[in-house]
């Protein structure tokens, strides 16, 4: 098992999102003897429990969900021309640990600079060229696309979708 490490340096938006409580009916076998009782059953649903013969049933339980949803995102060429998601278990948890969503400009259209440790060792200097894509020229230059206007409709309005400038470690 391999870990790969990545810093990206350069604008991104942090998007705010809500934990909203909600009920999710789970389907599984309730007989409390068994060793599959309240064990989710995942694709075709037996009508019986296959190690205690009882009927399947299901129970409500409460999660949280993010809001707003942001998985149609991934299949939306046009938002991703423009916009690239970070990946890996670490920016998650982040995510979910301050309640936001994370976007990078996509590399082809703003680049800021990655490292990547592949790479060995990559030293980039800070300077006014360096840092054009400043979260003030980014934001002009995607202000005014669908995918931006798609952002804040989505996120409930441009307070909730904040032009930010920084460093960003992930693992995955």
Request: aromatic residues 12%.
């Amino acid at each position: 098992m391999s870990v790969d490490y990545e810093v990206y340096v350069g604008p991104y938006l942090e998007c705010k999102i809500k934990q909203i409580p909600t009920t999710l009916n789970i389907t599984s076998c309730v007989n409390h003897e068994c060793s599959h009782y309240r064990v989710r059953l995942l694709g075709e649903q037996p009508p019986y429990c296959p190690h205690c013969g009882e009927e399947i049933g299901s129970y409500a339980t409460s999660v949280m969900r993010e809001e707003p949803d942001n998985t149609d995102l991934y299949e939306d060429e046009k938002f991703c021309e423009i916009f690239d998601f970070l990946h890996g278990d670490c920016i998650e948890r982040v995510q979910n640990d301050r309640n936001i969503h994370v976007y990078v400009p996509n590399e082809t259209r703003a680049p800021g600079f990655s490292f990547d440790p592949r790479d060995e060792i990559d030293i980039r200097e800070f300077n006014p060229v360096s840092l054009q894509y400043d979260p003030v020229r980014w934001k002009a230059q995607i202000d005014g696309t669908d995918a931006y206007k798609k952002l804040v409709a989505m996120y409930g309005g441009p307070e909730n979708v904040v032009f930010k400038w920084g460093v960003i470690s992930t693992a995955n």
